[in-house]
Structure formats: C-alpha cells, structure tokens
C-alpha cells in the first residue's frame, strides 16, 4: 500500500513541526495556571519532547533555560549564567580533556591490544578479554570513544577468524575424504590377493568364479557433487557459528562500555548530572558525592553486572556451560584460525613501537589523577582534601591535571639529551588548543550544564515541590518498591532518549519525592541513574550501541533479544545493591536533616516510619 503524499510531506517537515507545534500546544498551561510553577513546567515539557524527539540538536535545547528562565520570572539571567557552570560541569570538563590527552597519546590502545593478548583468542576468552579492556577503558575515557576504538579491533580479528576457520573446516574434509579411499583401496588390494590370481588354492578349483568389486574413487562421477553439496553444508554451519560469534563479540563492546560507565563519577554524563544536581538541590547537605564514595559503591555494582551480561551472551551467542568454563582456566590447543588471530593482534602491537615519552608521561598523569580523586575524601579514612580545609573538590583536580597536559612536552626534551650539540628546539606539549578544539565534546559539556540550570530553576520556582506532592500517593507504598519501580520506568525510558536528558529530567522530581516522603534521598536517586545508562535494546539508545549496529554484522532484533534480559538483569542487581551495601554504605536508613523541606526544617533526623522503612529485598 503507498503512503498518501501529504504523509510522506509531513514526515519531511517533522522536525519543524515539532518545534513550533509544541510550544503553541502546551501555551494554555501557563495562561491557566499563572505561576512559576507551571511557566517552569511549560519550558521543562518543551525541553524534554525536544529531547527525546531532537527535533533541535540536545546541546541547542539546553541553552532554552538562558532565554525562558529570565523571561518568565523564574531566574534571573545573572542566576541562569552561575548555574550554568558549576563545580561538577568543570569535574566534567577536565575529566573530558584528560581523556582527549589519553586518545592523543594512543595509551588506550595500547592497554587494549595488550591486555586482549593476555586473554587469547579463543572464543569466550576473546569476549570476556574484550569486555574487560572495554570495561576498563570506559571508566575513565568517552564510553563513544571507547567503542569506536575497540570494534575495528573486533573486526581484524574477526576476519582472521572467519577465514581459518573455514579453511580448517574444508581441509578436515578433504583429508576425511581421502582416508576413507585409502582405506577402500587398501581392502580391495586385500580382497584380490586373498580371492585372486596369487592365492594358489583358489588357482586349482577352476568352477570358482571370482568378481571383485572395488569400491569407486573420488574421481568418480557422481562423487564430486555428493561431495560440493557437503562442503556447502559444511560451509554453512561454520559461517552461521561464527556470525553468531561476531554478534556476541560486537553487542559486548558497547554493553560493557555502559556498564563501565558507571562505575567511576566522570566514567558518563549521568553520574555527574546527580552529583552537580545534588549540590543545587540540597545545599546544605553534609553528604557529597565525591569521585571516591561514588567509585567505592558504584565499582562492585557495575562489575556484578559485568560478571551477568557475560555470562548471559556467551550463554546466548557461543553457548554456555559449567563444562565450559575449562576453556577460560585452563590451556587447550589452539586451532589455526586462532594463532592466526593472536598474529593479529601481536602485529597489531607491533606497529605501536616501543612505549614513547608522551605515553609514559600521560600514564603517569592518569594515575596520579585518579589516586588524587579517590583520596581526596574517600570516606574511610581522612582524605589529603582536609589539608586545604576542603576547599579543592574534584573538579580542582581534573582542571589542575588537565592544565599540567597543556604544558608537559609531548618528546624527550631536547635539554635533557646532553650529548645532542647545536641548537636546541622547543617541544610541543602532550595536547595543543587546535586538537582540543576538534576531539572535545562540547555539546555534552552544554547539555550537562542545560541540566543543571534546569535543576536551579526547578528548586527556584517552585516546581520540584508541586511535582513530589503530586507524587505524594507512593507513599503507601515500601520505600524498596518505589525505588524498584521508578527504576524501571527510566530504564524504559532512557532507551528511547538520551541518558543525560532523562537524568536531567528526573533528578529533581525524585529529590523532591523523597523530600514529600521523608526517604534518604539517595536512596531513591542512585538506582535510576544508575539505570539511565543501561541502555541495551535499541540501536539509538546510545551511541555505542549506534557504532556497533552501523558495522552491519546486527539487527534490531539481535539487541532487543539481548537487551531485555540485561535490563531485568540491571534491575534487580541495582535494587538489590541499594537495599543491601548502599543503606550501609550511604547510611540511607534514616531521614536527614539537611533533605527535609522548609517547613520542616527544625524536625530531627527520624528513622523512617513501618510503611517507609528501607528494608532488603
């Protein structure tokens, strides 16, 4: 049936459509209810059908809070522009530009490549090396970054794979083939001297008539084709085998780079969006969430998770036993599709040198980096943040380092070699404005900060308590049960919108939520946001998961068959790990004083009542 051709029109004008029909659309919401509440709900529902249509580009939206915020009375410009750029937004930029030094330098490669050789190349041992490394890499690189690195690997790989293991397969035929005619042959020679000519007995009795039938070679007629339609059968089989290898392999790259994601405080964009909404939120609050808190409950988390999602696509796409776990522990022949496949790989390191200065030099930097972030507050101990009366947070330190890659020098300064005579020359440093200008993701940058101004306003007008009160029934309901079920309902979400949006959008409403129902806020907060990265059924859920599809060896179908599973699966291990380690960890089994609303203010911290107890599950 053809579509009708002011359809197909309209679909050609959907984004125009969208982006002038919305605001006309939702106009009788201010106009009847006057208020910032509902002018801030107004801008907050044009913000997020843009979002999750992008009829306008998701860093363009953002910037709508600078335009509506001082129009309607909600902020001032002056407000709008401070809360733009918090703290956490600059956490969030020098962690970005750490990470362009690290992809400039080419270490992350590397760490890749040699950590795959250290797995091997035998199927599961391949997925889970893949998984690791990715795993790894997207802690503290762009999970995007980290995906479109890695897949190219898959792909060399892949192909060694793929050819040997079909040329294994037709010679293990052939020589299958000629064995069993040597073997006919070897009895027909057998059945003539015993029943012919050279047995004298049977020479004497002339009535015996003898006919010998030997069994036909291969160079027979009918044979060839007997034998092409096997091959092709064969052919098959293991083309089928490895595709189904290669689909695993592809979804576990941007699956554990997700999952990776989370397990650090700059690891994704949505950690970040509750720890600078956290501040806004609760200004008071003697609970932050810092790079070593985070990372010390969020790590075990996410490699729980890692440990299910590979269990259940080896299981899905290789096949998957107790009787196979061998193949990970213990040494077993290698075919010749796989040595051909570590060849790959070593000569895939081979081309990377030796390491070089600018690598040694950012390594250097990233480990500092990151024993700067966790220590500085970590919970456990005293951190090294108290010798500056805790006046450096972790942005201080992404900024301090980031600052430090701008002026390292990217080879052995030419000062430094004493033997050289002449003129010495300047080096250039591990990172230049120009490279940064090109790799450095600016509009997650304004997307995140869209975010946090969005949140301002939200607190500011007014909106956040309307929309907890409206929220306000749950209450009847166990706080686990809530936590449960607002987790699935952004893990639904966020597969049709961007992580960050739906971070953005429900921060707030959840904190004003536990607020209206006196529940830690973090109780309700961590799961869901932890949710919004575990994107796996669609292609446009993120942009890994759009990398991987774009390589062609995936359909829709392949993720969605993965993808729900791995979202029950993320479900259940979040809800379980905040109703267990994080009402320890956090202390989320009592109501604080710094989350209680105005009215409130001067009510003691209480532990929740029988119907609001944080219990396991």
Wanted: overall charge negative; aromatic content about 12%; hydrophobic content about 50%.
């Amino acid at each position: 049936m053809a579509v009708p051709f002011w359809i197909k029109q309209v679909w050609e004008f959907r984004s125009a459509l969208v982006v002038i029909l919305t605001p006309l659309l939702l106009l009788p919401l201010p106009l009847a209810l006057p208020g910032t509440e509902s002018s801030c709900g107004y801008i907050i529902l044009i913000m997020a059908i843009y979002w999750i249509t992008e009829a306008i580009p998701l860093a363009v939206t953002s910037l709508i809070p600078l335009i509506l915020f001082p129009l309607t009375g909600i902020m001032t410009s002056k407000e709008v522009s401070k809360a733009y750029f918090t703290d956490t937004n600059w956490l969030f930029i020098g962690g970005l530009m750490i990470a362009v030094g690290i992809e400039n330098s080419g270490l992350h490669r590397r760490i890749a490549i040699r950590v795959l050789m250290l797995f091997g190349t035998k199927p599961r041992r391949l997925m889970a090396g893949f998984m690791v490394t990715t795993f790894f890499l997207s802690m503290w690189i762009s999970n995007t970054a980290t995906t479109a690195m890695m897949l190219p690997i898959i792909e060399a790989v892949f192909i060694q794979l793929k050819e040997n293991e079909l040329k294994t397969a037709r010679q293990e035929k052939q020589d299958s083939r000629r064995t069993e005619e040597e073997e006919f042959t070897n009895i027909a020679v057998g059945v003539k001297h015993l029943y012919g000519q050279d047995n004298p007995a049977l020479k004497a009795d002339e009535d015996i008539e003898l006919e010998v039938t030997v069994m036909p070679s291969a160079d027979a007629t009918a044979e060839p084709v007997e034998l092409t339609e096997e091959q092709m059968k064969l052919e098959e089989a293991v083309s089928q085998q490895m595709d189904r290898l290669i689909k695993g392999i592809t979804l576990c790259v941007p699956y554990a780079a997700s999952i990776g994601g989370t397990a650090t405080l700059t690891g994704t964009a949505p950690n970040l969006v509750l720890a600078g909404q956290f501040e806004i939120i609760f200004p008071n609050a003697t609970q932050d969430i810092s790079f070593g808190t985070w990372m010390a409950y969020s790590f075990p988390n996410a490699f729980v998770m890692l440990l299910f999602t590979y269990a259940w696509l080896s299981w899905l796409f290789i096949g998957f036993g107790l009787s196979d776990m061998k193949t990970l522990f213990k040494c077993t022949e290698k075919s010749q599709g796989e040595i051909n496949a570590d060849e790959v790989l070593r000569q895939e390191y081979k081309k990377l040198g030796g390491i070089r200065w600018e690598e040694g030099t950012v390594l250097v930097v990233f480990i500092l980096t990151a024993l700067l972030w966790f220590f500085r507050k970590p919970g456990f101990m005293p951190g090294w943040g108290q010798i500056f009366n805790d006046n450096a947070s972790d942005g201080t330190v992404a900024m301090a380092m980031a600052f430090i890659l701008f002026i390292l020098p990217r080879e052995r300064p030419q000062l430094l070699c004493s033997s050289r005579v002449g003129l010495r020359k300047s080096v250039p440093p591990i990172v230049d404005w120009p490279t940064m200008q090109k790799k450095f993701p600016w509009s997650v940058a304004l997307l995140l900060a869209g975010g946090f101004a969005l949140a301002s306003g939200a607190t500011k007008s007014g909106f956040s308590v309307w929309m907890g009160n409206q929220l306000a029934f749950l209450g009847s309901l166990e706080p686990w049960l809530i936590c449960f079920v607002i987790t699935i309902v952004v893990c639904l979400f966020t597969e049709c919108s961007s992580n960050t949006a739906t971070t953005t959008l429900f921060v707030p409403i959840l904190a004003q939520l536990a607020q209206v129902l006196q529940i830690h806020p973090l109780f309700l907060l961590i799961s869901p946001v932890l949710a919004a990265s575990l994107a796996f059924m669609l292609p446009v859920a993120t942009p890994p998961n759009a990398i991987a599809f774009s390589y062609g060896h995936l359909k829709v179908l392949d993720l969605v068959k993965a993808g729900w599973v791995l979202n029950i699966i993320g479900v259940l291990v979040l809800t379980f790990f905040i109703n267990t380690f994080g009402i320890s960890y956090f202390h989320l089994n009592s109501f604080p004083d710094w989350a209680a609303l105005p009215s409130s203010i001067n009510s003691t911290a209480m532990p929740m009542n029988s119907s609001n107890t944080t219990t396991s599950i």
